[in-house]
T-cell receptor
């Protein structure tokens, strides 16, 4: 069964450093997403990406964050100047379409720990 | 901002019995609702969805019920199996011009053998 692959599974970084989280979405999917889950809290939407541009973003997704699809397969989330409160599990997801039920397929997540 | 609420953080059910997970929402613009299941160290996995034009959708052991007037939905699992032990998230979206899913906080379901 096709799956969304995320790397790294766990990253530890110092506050103020930049991190890049990588994702390989399902190949025939057109919509890509990043969500995050702070420990003990709900899964929160960060950003959606379609046709090589951001289609929607939440208030969490400020100038500290950026996304990119550098080639035909990877989808990355860059977090500049990390803060302690950025520590969370970051989930990449993809979907075939952005309409209707819009079932998202999620990756296993990248755990980011900021010290 | 708690547009989707799951008021029970945990639920324990005997194997073979029915598990009922509940979800409430406040945004009347939501028109699609989804349930996701999550095991530790894995991402959420889609389970079942329902459109706001329906009040019930069934898929094998899983049935989702939607009560629009009460802004309430529930997931029924029958019979419950040990492999159903996981965290269940309710999610909702507005289908036009809005791609994001809004998740609830999750309910940890434990099936007791």
């Amino acid at each position: 069964e096709p799956e969304v692959t995320q790397t790294p599974s766990h990253q530890v970084t110092q506050m103020g450093q930049e991190v890049i989280l990588r994702c390989v979405p399902i190949s025939n999917h057109l919509y890509f997403y990043w969500y995050r889950q702070i420990l003990g809290q709900k899964v929160e939407f960060l950003v959606s990406f379609y046709n090589n541009e951001i289609s929607e973003k939440s208030e969490i997704f400020d100038d500290q964050f950026s996304v990119e699809r550098p080639d035909g397969s990877n989808f990355t989330l860059k977090i500049r100047s990390t803060k302690l409160e950025d520590s969370a599990m970051y989930f990449c997801a993809s979907s075939e379409t952005g309409v209707g039920a819009n079932v998202l397929t999620f990756g296993a997540g990248s755990r980011l720990t900021v010290l | 901002d708690q547009q989707v609420k799951q008021n029970s953080p945990s639920l324990s059910v005997q194997e073979g019995r029915i598990s009922i997970l509940n979800c409430d929402y406040t945004n009347s613009m939501f028109d699609y609702f989804l349930w996701y299941k999550k095991y530790p160290a894995e991402g959420p996995t889609f389970l079942i969805s329902i459109s706001s034009i329906k009040d019930k959708n069934e898929d094998g052991r899983f049935t989702v019920f939607l009560n629009k007037s009460a802004k309430h939905l529930s997931l029924h699992i029958v019979p419950s199996q040990p492999g159903d032990s996981a965290v269940y998230f309710c999610a909702a979206r507005v289908s036009f011009g809005n791609e994001k899913l809004t998740f609830g906080t999750g309910t940890r379901l434990t099936i007791i053998p």
